[in-house]
């Protein structure tokens, strides 16, 4: 679906975006040192930031799904990112298939992008506040569901608790939803639930982007805006030099 109007280019979404990305590469590179190079420090300091991981990828998620209202064509955008998201997968399964990524962020944003271009015009009736509000509602409640990892839930923590059912954690189709679990070991891993709300609240709250004053409109770190622009194309060379650096530190 395309747009008609043109959409200006906002530096601080840029600016913001890059930031991630780089957290996110220091993050994956502190994970392949620290067990597939055995060093010990990058162990320590990548369990020290593991708290905070899901709150700088919450950002990014968030962050595509504000940018949704600034697209021209989400339809591409989405198609062409879920392209991108097998090809990643194909190369990791056959590269290294321990660390396998079977539904990760990559396939998160494609399905939300594909997602939000067929129910742009529903989606559009809502009030971008009260959209907004329900996502975060929802986002908090899902937070628990996934069960690859734990027993999820829905609810909140020690105050009300809904377990997934036994039968529903056996469907491994249900994983991409979070719902399911596969035997194995995954890489990345970030399930429709509960990221598609983190996603859907970016995009409603997208409606009021263009109310920044202009000073957080144009750049102010231009490395930071230029890896935002090109935050694809980062994640996707990343990984590969990430494994190539840690295989040559493992064999000094």
């Given at each position: 679906?395309?747009?008609?109007?043109?959409?200006?280019?906002?530096?601080?979404?840029?600016?913001?975006?890059?930031?991630?990305?780089?957290?996110?590469?220091?993050?994956?590179?502190l994970f392949t040192l620290g067990w597939y190079s055995d060093v010990a420090v990058c162990r320590t300091l990548f369990r020290f930031f593991t708290p905070v991981e899901p709150f700088f990828a919450g950002v990014f998620i968030f962050l595509c799904g504000l940018c949704c209202t600034l697209s021209r064509s989400n339809l591409k955008r989405g198609a062409l990112l879920a392209v991108v998201a097998v090809g990643v997968t194909i190369v990791m399964?056959?590269?290294?298939?321990?660390?396998?990524?079977?539904?990760?962020?990559?396939?998160?944003?494609?399905?939300?992008?594909?997602?939000?271009?067929?129910?742009?015009?529903?989606?559009?009736?809502?009030?971008?506040?009260?959209?907004?509000?329900?996502?975060?509602?929802?986002?908090?409640?899902?937070?628990?569901?996934?069960?690859?990892?734990?027993?999820?839930?829905?609810?909140?923590?020690?105050?009300?608790?809904?377990?997934?059912?036994?039968?529903?954690?056996?469907?491994?189709?249900?994983?991409?939803?979070?719902?399911?679990?596969?035997?194995?070991?995954?890489?990345?891993?970030?399930?429709?639930?509960?990221?598609?709300?983190?996603?859907?609240?970016?995009?409603?709250?997208?409606?009021?982007?263009?109310?920044?004053?202009?000073?957080?409109?144009?750049?102010?770190?231009?490395?930071?805006?230029?890896?935002?622009?090109?935050?694809?194309?980062?994640?996707?060379?990343?990984?590969?030099?990430?494994?190539?650096?840690?295989?040559?530190?493992?064999?000094?």
């Open positions: 679906m395309k747009n008609n109007v043109k959409k200006e280019r906002i530096a601080l979404l840029d600016e913001v975006r890059g930031l991630c990305v780089v957290l996110m590469v220091i993050y994956h590179g399964a056959v590269g290294f298939p321990e660390n396998a990524i079977w539904f990760g962020v990559l396939h998160l944003l494609a399905v939300c992008i594909l997602l939000y271009a067929l129910l742009h015009r529903v989606i559009a009736r809502v009030p971008g506040w009260l959209g907004a509000a329900v996502c975060a509602v929802l986002l908090l409640l899902c937070w628990h569901l996934p069960v690859q990892y734990e027993n999820g839930f829905f609810g909140i923590r020690g105050l009300w608790e809904v377990a997934v059912p036994y039968r529903v954690v056996q469907c491994e189709w249900l994983y991409p939803l979070g719902l399911g679990r596969i035997a194995g070991t995954q890489g990345d891993y970030f399930p429709l639930l509960p990221w598609v709300f983190c996603f859907f609240g970016g995009s409603f709250l997208g409606r009021y982007v263009h109310r920044l004053p202009d000073v957080l409109k144009r750049p102010h770190i231009s490395p930071l805006a230029f890896i935002g622009r090109h935050a694809l194309v980062f994640y996707v060379v990343h990984q590969p030099l990430i494994y190539a650096v840690g295989m040559l530190v493992a064999n000094i």
